[in-house]
């Protein structure tokens, strides 16, 4: 067996060992979906006066979150075991925006929270611009 089809085997191996994996975390993660739904669910019915006002929105943000990864796993398989970049700032701008909802006490912490988003946005813009593809 000479050493490029070992190298190709391994290769082979190794990506189907990865698809696997990712296939069992989109199942978790889809469990975990449904029973965010069931959560935020049960919080639309309840009383409305004994519950924080931002608990509601940290779970439709914790609910995008979990639609993100799941389409970032979509994403992976569709372009042939590649995950686009922009995905992965897509879903950081959305998890820094649920931690300033969530973690809202200290003025400079969301200060620095949302200069790390306008960052996140500069390197979306960086990455979308056809000036890097020549």
Do not use: D
């Amino acid at each position: 067996m000479s050493g490029l089809s070992q190298s190709k085997l391994i290769a082979r191996l190794l990506q189907w060992i990865i698809s696997c994996s990712l296939l069992i975390i989109a199942i978790i993660l889809i469990i975990f979906l449904i029973k965010e739904t069931i959560v935020l669910s049960a919080l639309l019915f309840k009383n409305s006066e004994t519950m924080p006002s931002y608990l509601l929105l940290e779970g439709i943000i914790t609910y995008f979150l979990y639609f993100e990864f799941i389409a970032l796993i979509i994403k992976y398989f569709q372009s042939v075991y590649h995950f686009p970049l922009q995905y992965f700032i897509y879903i950081g701008i959305t998890a820094i925006i649920r931690l300033i909802i969530v973690e809202h006490k200290e003025p400079i912490s969301v200060l620095v929270y949302s200069v790390s988003i306008l960052v996140m946005i500069l390197a979306l813009y960086i990455a979308n611009t056809k000036r890097l593809i020549k």
